[in-house]
């Protein structure tokens, strides 16, 4: 049996945030779009919050594809100052119904900063218990985007017969295609 793993890194933007388009800055719209492309193909999920200039990002998968992908973020020029806050392994995706969920700056997500005491999204001063709390808040909230930005992915581990199904189908409709249009052509007489 392959091991689950959930990461919890922070990051801070190096881009200066730009008027939110349906909800969603422009640069994390981007960075979302890619993530709901690429992780139903890894069997990845997870959440990303942005706030204040911060990631809060969850990513959840197989040992290796996490560890990959967890790579490939910490090289991104669109953040800096990347810090692990937990690595653990798990039995059950909590993220599961989502190839990448994303949570804007809610209203929830902010009473929770400033239950923790602090005057705005700082992720760099969370605890354990923190962090823990934040995941807890951010499988709650429902994700806004959803519809928006073309999120719609097979959930992980049907990725692979998803994208293998659509094919064959693509297959037998070529295939009938050309079985009706030799059809038509031996009942005109044209073979």
């Known amino acids: 049996m392959s091991e689950l793993i959930q990461i919890v890194y922070i990051s801070r933007a190096t ?3 730009g008027p939110r388009e349906n909800g969603v800055e422009p640069h994390v719209a981007r960075i979302l779009l890619k993530s709901r492309q690429n992780n139903p193909r890894q069997g990845l999920v997870g959440v990303l919050f942005y706030g204040d200039g911060n990631f809060f990002q969850c990513i959840e998968g197989e040992r290796e594809a996490v560890e990959s992908l967890f790579t490939r973020i910490s090289a991104d020029s669109r953040h800096k100052d990347v ?3 937990s690595v653990r392994n798990i039995e059950v995706r909590t993220f599961n119904e989502w190839s990448m969920k994303y949570v804007p700056a809610a209203r929830e997500v902010m009473m929770t900063v400033k239950a923790f005491g602090f005057d705005h999204f700082d992720p760099y001063r969370f605890n354990e218990d923190q962090v823990a ?5 951010l499988q709650r909230i429902s994700d806004p985007t959803l519809g928006r930005l073309n999120s719609a992915a097979p959930p992980p581990g049907e990725a692979h017969d998803f994208m293998g199904l659509t094919y064959l189908a693509l297959a037998i409709a070529t295939l009938a295609l050309a079985v009706s249009c030799i059809n038509l052509a ?6």
């Open 83 to 85: 810090r692990v806050l």
């Open 15 to 17: 881009f200066e945030a």
């Open 133 to 137: 709390e934040m995941l807890a808040l």
């Open 186 to 191: 031996m009942t005109m007489e044209w073979l």
